[in-house]
């Protein structure tokens, strides 16, 4: 975090709130379908103390999504749950690329820094060397 306290009762989209009958209410199924579908890992909410599921804002969308793939476009549930597999991959995966290229930016902006001291250290009574072209040019140089 950046320094700053987060409020413990600030409520995210990742925040366990709903019991399972609110769950199944928001998300247009049946408590059942909700309960099958924690068996077979396709939407894993958090659990209370005592057992009981708890589902975030984010779980109840994904519910919604595995429903509209299984019934609007005829996607079985093992074709769901790779799908649902792959996408977290996916999000895993862009995150480590903004990572590593934070840290390559970072180590960009070092060598810079870096740079710019060795070329600060050089001597001043030197003179850098420029290539002199042949020219056909004649000097006559008398003493």
Request: aromatic share 4%; net charge positive; no cysteine.
């Amino acid at each position: 975090m950046d320094g700053r306290r987060r409020n413990p009762y600030q409520l995210t989209d990742e925040s366990p709130v709903y019991v399972i009958s609110i769950a199944a209410q928001l998300s247009g199924l049946h408590p059942q379908t909700l309960r099958q579908y924690d068996r077979l890992g396709l939407v894993s909410p958090d659990r209370t103390a005592g057992r009981g599921r708890r589902y975030s804002a984010r779980d109840i969308e994904l519910l919604r999504t595995v429903q509209q793939l299984s019934q609007d476009e005829g996607i079985n549930l093992a074709g769901i749950k790779r799908i649902i597999e792959l996408e977290n991959q996916v999000t895993a995966l862009q995150q480590r690329v903004a990572e590593l290229s934070a840290a390559v930016d970072g180590a960009a902006v070092a060598m810079q820094q870096r740079e710019a001291q060795v070329h600060a250290s050089y001597r001043r009574d030197l003179v850098p060397y420029q290539d002199v072209q042949q020219t056909s040019a004649l000097v006559v140089w008398r003493p």
